[in-house]
């Protein structure tokens, strides 16, 4: 994927004439008072009633016309990633992309059920009530609407690289959507944001980066934040034009992102600033003033251009709108927000209530933390008979297999990730079959852990199979917001309805002299993280399976392989690289009486040879291969059926002490595991330090046979033959 | 007509805080927006403002006292 080059970028300031403003069609204007008046209607019943909302208010009031401006020059199609500051561009988002084309905003008595459907499902959400975009689960600064194009997060700079990963489905799919994301001046300064832009410049996406300059971050101006206050100069250092405008102005913002939207769809990412002002604090109805860190004169003089009261005055002088016809719109939205707030609230002697029925079921507090598993798999596909007439394979030409037979099965799976497509199949040389047979699927990331994971989040919501590759494990702690703050919460604050398929594969690279940060074992920090699996299959069979199961599922899947496996063989089973291995069937390895141990990875290749040895001295172990590791998948009922015969239990990993799985499935596996046991349960893992570089002092660390043969004799609890 | 001026709502983080000073006394005729008392929270010191121009007829809640979100701190006659 590449982006054509262009010129030095331009950064211009686009200013509305009379001329174009008189040329507006009547309608436009019409439907910018509708949705600034329903944005402040609303915010200001929230602010007016923040007694029934659970949680803080991060109103847009003053922002209203950037929303505005912006959402009527997008498709209903186009999506719109946003802040926790956010109920301006929702709503307007939601409004415009509902409003039918043939409504007349001067005719028409009230709005549609169609356009006031999305309002009042917003407000149900930010009251935290089972009507709510969400369900209650995001509120007011996690919101998500599919056919809208909206979706939300409170974490600064969260939104924008979703908002690239929709604008590359777009570009991949051809279908000349935009992606935009909305954030404000604070934002500008985080990684995601430079993540994200790199990303879209490199690709050439279809992505509008809309910075909404409100001028403060909490109570920090951008003079203080960035030494400078002109942030659209920020887009030269991607190579990409950028427009300022007047975020106070509707129409203004409107020619902006127009001409942003053609220049993004046509050629690739474009910066607009809208120069906008919050009237209120960060959070609550008080002005910043009362905060002391601005003035009341700097208030009075942007109040003096009020989007909601000087905007629409401003049209009456112009002669373009009667009094009557802006006084007939405001009051379509001002019934909107009383239809949305009766709908959802009752008068009582105190003021409005919320009708307890209307909260969502506390039974539902745990529903859509994962999807609905897998579908129903013909027994040909999960048969584990090794194939008799297939030839030994080796653990590396399983993962090389797989990745490009699911980049064939599916046309829409992209594989993500830095060098992948290089080198004839990245640096590992696991995508060979891949970019051999299917290398437009194949796209080389820049170095942005955290910009292309939130890229496959978005492109996973607009439908499309993105699978990632960290290099190296510990380099998705570069990614952790997205990987943890937004795809493993993104079904579950959204709603727990949509599906979030994202394969991400990494590879454990202890051994190799690459030191402590190159070494880690990710399954302990993923697993810490419900919404996402995780899975650490062992032999060629395994990988395969897993790899499609993780393809199957709706999930977010982490895929653990090792490089110490690399050279191991084995046979496919019938279903060659179709084989699947679903979620929570472990492997019997070796079945035994005496103890039972659960390992994986290259700790149960170490395993084997101790438990062989034992074997030879009368201690007969079970060795169980979970496959999967997190709490939703991992194999509960099997290993405590093994312990219900054994009475005893080791668990055996290679990762670092701390950051291993062993205690944690010791605790899920209780209370039914204590009353089975004859002895203690034991642990076997590497030592509690970050692998070393020397040679002898990596050996040490990682997981070594005396500990294991140790463990399992004290475990089976008899005296050797 | 009187007209009860509440503590108002500071943010998320609280539902309680200070009055801290009171800038106005009763009989007093003040201006709408002009600063009648600091408020102190553990986070910051905000101003209270006149909601509308008015003369002061009551202060019910005493300086160094705390009271909670929507506590009626004093009353007002709108002029």
């Not at chain 1, 496919?572 to 035994?592: E, I, N, Q, T, Y």
């Amino acid at each position: 994927m590449t982006a054509e080059a262009t010129a030095a970028p331009e950064l211009t300031r686009y200013q509305l004439t009379e001329a174009e403003l008189a040329g507006t069609p009547r309608r436009r204007l019409g439907l910018a008072i509708l949705s600034i008046q329903t944005i402040r209607r609303f915010e200001k019943w929230l602010l007016d009633n923040a007694g029934l909302v659970h949680g803080p208010l991060h109103s847009s009031i003053g922002q209203e016309a950037t929303a505005t401006g912006a959402a009527l020059a997008l498709r209903s199609s186009d999506w719109l990633t946003s802040t926790h500051r956010a109920h301006h561009d929702v709503v307007a988002k939601l409004l415009l992309a509902a409003t039918p084309a043939d409504f007349d905003p001067f005719a028409a008595d009230a709005v549609t059920e169609g356009m006031a459907d999305p309002v009042q499902r917003t407000l149900a959400e930010i009251m935290g009530l089972e009507q709510g975009l969400c369900h209650g689960r995001g509120g007011s600064m996690h919101l998500w609407d599919r056919q809208g194009g909206v979706m939300t997060t409170a974490i600064v700079g969260g939104g924008i690289p979703p908002a690239g990963g929709y604008a590359l489905a777009s570009k991949l799919r051809g279908t000349g959507d935009v992606g935009v994301a909305a954030f404000g001046d604070g934002a500008s300064q985080i990684g995601a944001f430079h993540e994200a832009a790199a990303l879209a410049r490199a690709w050439g996406l279809p992505l509008i980066l809309l910075l909404e300059n409100n001028h403060y971050s909490v109570a920090t101006s951008v003079q203080e934040t960035a030494g400078f206050t002109r942030l659209a100069t920020r887009a030269r250092g991607y190579d990409m034009p950028a427009i300022v405008v007047d975020g106070m102005d509707p129409i203004a913002t409107y020619e902006a992102m127009a001409r942003a939207r053609e220049h993004a769809v046509a050629h690739g990412p474009v910066l607009v600033e809208a120069i906008t002002y919050r009237y209120y604090h960060q959070n609550g109805p008080l002005p910043g003033s009362a905060f002391k860190y601005r003035s009341k004169d700097e208030e009075r003089d942007w109040r003096a251009r009020d989007p909601a009261v000087a905007w629409p005055r401003s049209l009456l002088e112009a002669g373009l709108l009667t009094a009557d016809e802006v006084q007939h719109v405001q009051g379509l939205a001002n019934a909107l927000v009383a239809r949305c707030v009766a709908a959802l609230t009752v008068e009582t002697e105190d003021g409005p209530a919320i009708p307890p029925e209307l909260y969502p079921p506390v039974e539902d507090a745990h529903r859509g933390m994962l999807g609905p598993g897998l579908p129903d798999l013909a027994p040909e596909l999960v048969d584990e008979t090794p194939d008799p007439g297939a030839e030994p394979m080796t653990y590396t030409e399983a993962i090389q297999g797989v990745i490009g037979r699911a980049l064939e099965r599916e046309p829409e799976a992209i594989f993500l990730g830095e060098e992948v497509g290089h080198l004839g199949g990245g640096v590992m040389g696991l995508t060979k079959a891949a970019v051999a047979s299917r290398p437009a699927q194949v796209l080389s990331t820049p170095i942005c852990e955290n910009g292309f994971s939130g890229a496959a989040l978005g492109a996973a919501l607009a439908g499309m199979h993105p699978i990632i590759e960290f290099m190296y494990p510990d380099f998705t702690l570069e990614a952790t917001d997205q990987l943890f703050n937004h795809i493993a919460k993104s079904r579950y604050m959204y709603g727990g309805d949509h599906d979030v398929p994202i394969v991400a594969r990494t590879q454990i690279s202890r051994g190799r002299g690459y030191g402590p940060q190159h070494s880690c074992d990710p399954a302990g920090l993923f697993t810490s993280y419900p919404g996402w699996r995780v899975a650490a299959p062992t032999t060629p069979a395994d990988y395969v399976g897993c790899w499609n199961a993780a393809m199957l599922s709706r999930d977010p899947v982490l895929i653990i392989d090792d490089h110490r496996l690399a050279k191991t063989t084995g046979v496919l089973p019938s279903a060659g690289f179709d084989h699947v291995v679903p979620m929570g069937k472990p492997r019997l390895v070796r079945p035994g009486r005496d103890v039972t141990v659960v390992t994986w990875g290259y700790a149960s290749t170490r395993v084997a040879e101790v438990v062989a040895e034992l074997a030879g001295r009368g201690i007969e172990a079970e060795v169980l291969d979970p496959r999967w590791l997190d709490e939703a998948s991992f194999p509960r009922a099997a290993v405590l059926e093994s312990v219900g015969r054994t009475g005893a239990i080791v668990i055996a990993e290679d990762a670092q002490h701390t950051l291993s799985m062993g205690a944690r499935l010791l605790d899920h596996l209780q209370p039914d595991l204590h009353p089975l046991l004859r002895t203690a349960p034991r642990r076997v893992t590497g030592l509690d330090a970050y692998s070393p570089v020397s040679k002898p002092l990596e050996t040490y660390v990682h997981i070594q046979d005396d500990d294991i043969r140790a463990a399992i004799v004290a475990a089976a609890g008899k005296d050797e033959a | 007509m009187s007209t009860p001026i509440k503590m108002p709502n500071l943010g998320a983080e609280t539902d309680e805080a200070r009055v801290g000073n009171w800038l106005k006394g009763v009989g007093d005729t003040v201006m709408e927006g002009e600063i009648i008392a600091e408020i102190e929270t553990e986070k910051a010191n905000v101003d209270l403002e006149m909601p509308a121009t008015g003369r002061l007829t009551e202060i019910l809640i005493e300086a160094g006292t705390d009271a909670k979100v929507g506590t009626v701190l004093a009353r007002y006659d709108e002029a």
